[in-house]
DNA sequence: CTAGGAGTTGGAGCGCACTCCAGGTCAAGT
DNA sequence: ACTTGACCTGGAGTGCGCTCCAACTCCTAG
């Protein structure tokens, strides 16, 4: 019950903190289980995450950035399937910069044509309730004779 | 070629237009398959559609109203399920008014959130986009000489 | 009478994004 | 030496929202 929890075994000699992450901490982090960073890695939506000396994962902090992003293009409705070919002309290199502009600038356009598509259900959500609310408190005026 | 196209055989005598439609119709004009307007009768989410004396549909006026509104919930992301769950209370009648309110009411404010968020994604999409784009035109000053 | 087209049913199948499982390895603690 | 717990792999399974299929019934036109 006082033991201390167990260093990372491969914790860097001078490391400050969070350097090469096993994947528990990582799903701790991104709030994905662990298991679905596995799946995004088969997925190739993550590339080369290192390992441990024994074969486990071990996630730099770059992999965190990137996994984050990835976490906003997935809460903006990105599928896997775009994700992935973002990812590799992220491995392509610079020259597939205009390309990820590209893609980026698309999802952008998408986004927004979904945020004003919901502006405009929610409007109409509002006024159905409102209507609800009317049927619910008749008349406020005719009450007393 | 010069035919005319075919009549629905139980047209109303003195029908205006569009009364008691064909599932073909319901189709184009929603813009659901007729697999998805049967399934979402067998789902609970469509009561009681009306049946010609040969057992096919024939979808009213209020029924396209009823779509209409289970694709406005349906774009704003409401499952299934609780559309089914609205389904249901309105078949309850009046009383379930107040259940429908706050039925409605718990969805608006999932959607607000939900625009909120992607509000926020977006704009660190745009961010992203910025960044890749400074990238692409380093210095758009020390360019001559 | 026959053929075609639109509709019906129950149930199987699909794509997506995970999620779970069995069987195994490894390192640390007692 | 043994147990424990975190991790590994390949592959099967899940839930959602459809989508497709086969076999059938009707009605109308030619």
Redesign the interface.
Known sequence: MTSMRARPPDAEPGGVTSRSLPIAEVAQRTGLSKDTLRYYEKAGLIEAVGRSSSGQRRYAASDLDWLA?LL?LR??GMSIADMRRFAELRRAG?VS??D??EL??T??DD??R??A???G??D???A??DH??R??APQPETDQP
């Open positions: 992003f906003r809460a903006t610079d910069v205009p990820r502009i980026l600038a999802h952008r986004v927004q979904h945020i598509s919901l502006q259900h929610l109409a959500l509002e159905k309730i609800y609310q049927l619910l």
